[in-house]
């Protein structure tokens, strides 16, 4: 099966400095990554993806690396606001799974807590 | 409604009733997956719908857990005989396409607590 972990489970960071989230999954043939953010009392909400055959992807104020070497992938979020504290999670489809490949596993997150 | 909609938000249910958890989920979204999510981790998928079609069940943890969707439209989750390993929030996500995960919108939750 697919594990998928986080190294830190909390992350405190002062309000504008840089936060970055990290996270590790076990099944090298895993080629699509996403990143969820989860508010306190809210579903997870979509942030970015990422697929196998890109190491880096932007997005506002938000960047995903993966690094597949040593499958690894992380989140950095510049310049973070208080309304960034959440869990984000990153999940994985099931890979090679023909039409299964809709069942997100996640990762057990990690909360960020910004500091004002 | 513009999002995925859950009902009840939070529901406390004595060991052995049944509970009935529902999802509206976005107009139009072909796709509905059931998702549970226990305290301090990470959601955990349960059941995928293609309209009214269950095409996955794998994730129900028991033949307790029964989840339908006739009209293709809302969806109901069931829990019979309920046991406190239950306690979880029971997440719905829709999707407009089949098998879109870029396109998955979460409702906010149904938290269950068995007493």
């Known amino acids: 099966g697919e594990n998928v972990g986080l190294h830190l489970p909390t992350l405190s960071v002062q309000e504008g400095d840089n936060s970055i989230i990290n996270c590790a999954y076990s099944?090298?043939?895993?080629?699509?990554f996403i990143w969820y953010k989860q508010e306190s009392g809210k579903g997870p909400q979509f942030i970015i993806d990422i697929r196998s055959n890109m190491d880096k992807r932007q997005g506002q104020r938000v960047t995903v690396l993966l690094n597949k070497t040593v499958k690894h992938l992380s989140l950095q979020i510049a310049a973070t606001q208080p309304g960034d504290s959440a869990v984000y999670f990153c999940?994985?489809?099931?890979?090679?799974?023909?039409?299964?490949?809709?069942?997100?596993?996640f990762g057990k997150g990690t909360l960020l807590t910004v500091n004002p | 409604g513009a999002g995925v909609s859950q009902s009840p938000r939070y529901k406390v249910a004595k060991r052995g009733q049944d509970v009935a958890l529902r999802c509206d989920p976005i107009?139009?979204?072909?796709?509905l997956f059931w998702y549970q999510q226990a305290l301090g981790q990470g959601p955990e998928f349960l059941t995928y719908?293609?309209?009214?079609?269950?095409?996955?069940k794998s994730g129900l943890p028991s033949d307790r857990f029964f989840a339908e969707r006739p009209e293709g439209s809302v969806s109901t989750l069931k829990i019979q005989r309920t046991q406190q390993e239950d306690s979880a929030v029971y997440l719905c996500?829709?999707?407009?396409?089949?098998?879109?995960?870029?396109?998955?919108?979460f409702g906010e939750g149904s938290w269950l607590t068995v007493v």
């Open positions: 099944n090298s043939a895993s080629d699509y």
């Open positions: 996500a829709s999707s407009p396409r089949d098998r879109r995960l870029r396109t998955i919108y």
């Open positions: 719908f293609q309209n009214e079609a269950q095409l996955d």
């Open positions: 107009s139009g979204h072909v796709s």
């Open positions: 999940a994985v489809p099931k890979p090679n799974s023909g039409g299964s490949n809709y069942k997100l596993t």
